[in-house]
């Protein structure tokens, strides 16, 4: 049970425990709960996504199957700039990698597409 595992990581610690966790799910068939409200770390690992408000469990889901959730009430809620905005994070994180050489490999590199016990 893991509580933010990627708080106070720079970009590369980030990508190394990334890799660890999905490493730990893919090959050695760990099952790892995370609790974390930087989603963009959940869907980077989880396979499966719980959402808990008020101390109850309100959704849980495949991450594919809430994403697609996601994407549908983004296209409806947000603006073309809104959503321009979110990508742009991805994109630097991304940028940031390949120019201080952690590029991903493994899991990172997966990104959203990885698949395992994490959850």
Known sequence: MLDEPA??????????????????????GVTVFM???????VAHLADRIGIIH??????????????????????????????????LTLDLERYFLARTGEEA???AAEGAAAKGSVA
């Open 7 to 28: 708080n106070g990581l720079d970009p590369a610690g980030i990508v190394e425990i990334r890799e660890l966790l999905r490493s730990l799910a893919d090959k050695r």
């Open 35 to 41: 609790s974390s409200h930087i989603l963009a770390e």
């Open 54 to 87: 008020n101390g109850r469990l309100i959704e849980e889901s495949s991450r594919d199957d809430l994403a697609a959730k996601a994407r549908s009430f983004a296209a409806g809620a947000y603006t073309p700039e809104e959503r321009e905005q979110a990508l």
């Open 105 to 107: 490999t493994g899991a």
